[in-house]
């Protein structure tokens, strides 16, 4: 497993959003008048990438579970989050009939602390998670786009100063070995970490 989670976010508008609300929220704590997805009105999904020998990462693999790393990080923006903070591993619903359809739709209505989701590699953490529990972002570098689009260009570069001002890491999504990379870099090197300056 990895030693960070990592929280996958629309675009970099999100990211702004966040960043200005004071932490990754969850709907309840957004206003929502009800939640929906496998995080439910009161937790927030993050997600811890597991180890390849127990899961393929392969693209275009029939053979790959349905991860959160994949669908929601991989080449996506992202927020890093420290391990310290109070996550909740979900049951994969791969494995459904070990639960009945009961036990699901308590977790989403309720707060009960067994939680559930479609992602092999999904937890959850209820209600928010602070900005002084995230430890990095992560961009998707693309030097064409962001040198033809002027609007990116500039909101990336607002993005990469607020996250030097924080002392965040800074890390390119655009590979699929970017976590593993990034990880060892800060177990070698315990410094913050800036891959692909902008």
């Known amino acids: 497993m990895s030693k960070y989670y990592y929280h996958g976010v629309r675009n970099i508008y999100k ?18 008048k009800y939640g929906y997805g496998y995080n439910g009105y009161d937790y927030v999904s993050i997600c811890n990438k597991i180890n390849e020998n127990e899961c393929d990462y392969e693209i275009n693999n029939d053979k790959v579970c349905n991860s959160s790393f994949l669908n929601y990080i991989y080449n996506k923006f992202c927020f890093i989050i ?9 049951y994969y619903l791969e494995e459904v009939s070990k639960f009945s359809s009961l036990n699901i739709i308590r977790s989403l209505l309720t707060d009960i602390e067994d939680r559930y989701s479609d992602m092999f590699d999904e937890f959850q953490v209820k209600d928010q998670i602070l900005l002084k529990d995230i430890v990095g972002i992560g961009i998707p ?3 064409k786009n962001i040198k033809k689009d002027i609007e990116l260009n500039t909101q990336l570069k607002q993005l990469y100063e ?37």
């Open 82 to 90: 420290s391990d310290q903070v109070p996550a909740i591993k979900t």
């Open 15 to 32: 990211m702004f959003d966040i960043i200005k609300s004071g932490g990754i929220k969850s709907k309840r704590l957004l206003g929502y």
């Open 141 to 143: 570098i693309d030097e």
């Open 162 to 198: 607020i996250a030097l001002n924080f002392g965040w890491d800074i890390v390119d999504t655009a590979h699929l070995n970017f976590v593993e990379e990034y990880e060892n870099c800060k177990v070698k090197t315990k410094e913050k970490v800036i891959k692909n300056r902008i």
